[in-house]
């Protein structure tokens, strides 16, 4: 996708440029001009990787994601989440949250009876939570969702304040996979 698009950016460069002039001077400012596109989608990409390392490293040295999990649903559709991790960092974790998303067996995007938008729920963690310890063992979100057919839940976005008043959050689903524990689809 990102490749199609700079290859479009290229060409419209190119005709943007061969419709002005002829000129040997026009083609060599087009080339220039070319040049210097490429050139800042290649600083983007190499500065987009660098963010997302750095990104990675903040987030593998404070959070592990060791299970996370639907219940089945109750007699009534309603469906618990249960989300178990560990707080890797040397501070103390004042509020956690978790962005989830359900899922049914067919491996297909659901919504609650009650939902609106996109189904997304936001569960929230109040500390404090030490360094080296887990939460989420003895702990659990009743009825998030109301839908029998729900099978499983993925997490889409994770906020973390600590009790120095500092921040961390990410929506990067690479990110989150690499944290720990991911839930494999279903196969068929």
């Not at 005709?15 to 040049?35: A, H, S, T």
């Not at 989830?100 to 569960?123: E, T, W």
């Not at 839908?147 to 120095?164: L, R, V």
Request: net charge positive; proline share 3%.
């Amino acid at each position: 996708m990102k490749k199609s698009i700079l290859m479009m950016m290229v060409l419209m460069a190119y005709l943007l440029y061969g419709c002005v002039g002829q000129g040997q001077n026009d083609r060599k400012e087009q080339q220039i001009y070319v040049d210097s596109v490429l050139a800042q989608y290649k600083l983007q990409d190499s500065l987009k990787l660098i963010q997302d390392s750095l990104e990675l490293k903040t987030f593998k040295n404070s959070i592990k994601i060791i299970k996370y999990y639907t219940s089945k649903p109750n007699s009534a559709g309603g469906v618990d989440c249960n989300v178990i991790w560990k707080n890797l960092s040397k501070k103390t974790v004042k509020y956690a949250k978790f962005t989830v998303i359900p899922y049914n067996a067919v491996n297909d995007f659901v919504k609650g009876k009650h939902d609106y938008g996109d189904g997304s729920h936001i569960l929230g963690v109040t500390g404090p939570i030490k360094p080296n310890q887990t939460y989420g063992h003895e702990h659990h979100w009743e009825c998030i969702w109301y839908n029998s057919t729900i099978d499983y839940m993925k997490i889409f976005g994770i906020e973390i304040e600590y009790t120095d008043g500092s921040k961390i959050s990410t929506s990067n689903i690479d990110i989150i996979k690499k944290l720990g524990y991911v839930r494999p689809p279903n196969k068929f």
